[in-house]
Structures are given as C-alpha cells and as structure tokens.
C-alpha cells in the first residue's frame, strides 16, 4: 500500500527519526507538519524515543518560523484516528502558526475541533 509520507523526499528540515514540511493546505502562514520517516499510524503506536525526536523537530520548526513568520502564538495538534478527523494514516504533528486577528476570539483555541465546545 503506498502512503503520502512514507514517499516523501524533500523536507524543510529533518533529523535521523523525522521531517517537517510545510502543509500543503494550511490553516496559517507557516503551517508545518512533523513526521517519522518510519511508518507509524498514529501518535499512540509511537515509542517514546520517536516521540522526543518529533518533538525535537517540533522545537527546530518553531524556531525557524519564529524567524520567517513572527507569529503571535500555536497551535500544536494530530489526529488520531478517523473519528478524531485523521485522513492520512501515517502520524503527523501539525504545527500551527497563530496571529492577532485570524479569529474573532481564539480563546478555546484546540477545543475548537468541536465548535460548539470550544467557548467556555
């Protein structure tokens, strides 16, 4: 079975566990995915030294766009599964920049993925 990420050959930035690329259909300026070069469903099948490499990769894409985007915040989410909205099966972090203004009211921020749950 062929999978997106496990074809992937160019990255913006990678270590010997991981990659970040930019989103193909961001939801920000800047908004980078972080994932394994091993194929792992989802965040839960991965073990701990995978989840501090990605995590270490979450680090450095931060930085980098810290200096190209300026942005006011993040957000830092996946998808585990197909009831929590995963389309891809292969564990990928997303890295979202956030900005004043790209929301009427961001409080609630991640609880959004449920809208009428995120404002409490």
Known sequence: ??????????????NDAGYAIYDENPVSAGHMLIIP?????HFFEA?????MKLFQLVD?????LDNQYHPDGYNIGMNCGEMAGQSIMHLHIHLIPRY?????????????????RMHY
Not at 60 to 64: E, G, I, N, R, V
Not at 100 to 116: F, H, L, N
């Open 100 to 116: 004043q203004g790209d929301t009427a009211d961001p409080k609630g921020g991640i609880r959004g993925v449920i809208p009428e």
């Open 1 to 14: 079975m062929s999978c997106l990420f496990c074809e992937r050959k160019e990255f913006v930035l990678e």
């Open 47 to 51: 073990d701990e030294h995978l989840r």
């Open 37 to 41: 070069k091993k194929h792992v469903t």
């Open 60 to 64: 450095d894409a931060k930085h980098m």
